[in-house]
Each structure stands twice: as C-alpha cells, then as structure tokens.
C-alpha cells in the first residue's frame, strides 16, 4: 500500500513539473500571430499586438515604418522559431501584477538570419500584448 501511495505522489509531481515547463499557449500564439503578420507584410495588424506602454515609446506610425524598413533592410521574412522562453509572475501591493513572458526566436529574413525578443506582459484579468521588441542584427544599423 505504501508503495501505491508512493507512486500515486510521484506521478502528481511528475505531472506538475512538466507543466509547470510548458510555455503559457496565448504567449506562443501572440507571438506566432505577430510574425505572421509580419510575413505576409499585414503591418497593421502587426500593430494591434504592441501595447500602450509600447507605444509610449515610440508612436505607431513610426512603428509602421520601422516595420517596412526592417523588410527594405533584411528582406522578407522567410521563417521563425521560437529558441526559448521566460515567464515572471508578479503579485504585490507595489507593483502592477500580472505575468511578463519573454520569448526568444531564430527569424530567418531573406538578408539575414536574426535573434530577436519579445517581451509580453499580461496584468492580472487583463489583455496579453507585447511591450518591448528587440533584435540582434547589425544591418539594421547600418
């Protein structure tokens, strides 16, 4: 009996630890959804991801025409993978609470092959949304 009781908690934190190492699937669909949008140069749906606090730095007709520059500088946008992920929930009287998802993707543009990061936040009873893009690729400073 003992050892059916042993079993029976090992496989409850068996279960727990592996989903406990899966990636939030509205994180994953955000950011499919916004290559998407992206590969098929649908720049204005690619706009409707980005957050208020997005767009506090930077206005979205400038976001527009970053976009198009990024496919004027690296081509098309041929493919994406995502390579990994992070998830930080906060809670607490001084901060905003919610989850933050940080998720990292090889994105293979027609000129170049390039790292970049989303980092998505969801507030508690809230919209998920994207609130910071960054890349790795030194064409785009050029």
């Known amino acids: ?9 090992s496989f409850i934190l068996l ?11 509205s994180a994953s669909t955000l950011g499919d959804n916004y290559y998407e949008a992206v590969q ?5 749906t690619a706009l409707t991801y980005f ?14 025409q970053t976009l198009q520059n990024i496919n004027t500088k690296l081509g098309d946008l041929e493919s994406y993978k995502l ?3 992070n998830e930080n929930v906060i809670a607490g009287a001084n901060a905003q609470s919610g989850t933050t998802y ?4 090889q994105v293979v ?4 092959t390039d790292n970049e990061t989303l980092t ?9 949304q994207i609130e910071k893009w960054q890349t790795s690729s030194t064409i785009l400073l050029k």
């Open 120 to 128: 998505m936040f969801q507030p508690t009873g809230g919209q998920l």
């Open 1 to 9: 009996m003992k050892r059916l009781i042993f079993l029976f908690y």
């Open 15 to 25: 279960a727990g630890f592996l989903s406990g190492c899966t990636l939030n699937k």
């Open 51 to 64: 957050s208020s606090a997005f767009y506090s730095n930077i206005s979205q007709s400038d976001w527009l």
């Open 40 to 44: 098929n140069k649908d720049y204005n």
């Open 102 to 105: 940080t998720l990292q993707y």
């Open 83 to 85: 390579n990994g992920w």
């Open 109 to 112: 543009y027609a000129n170049e």
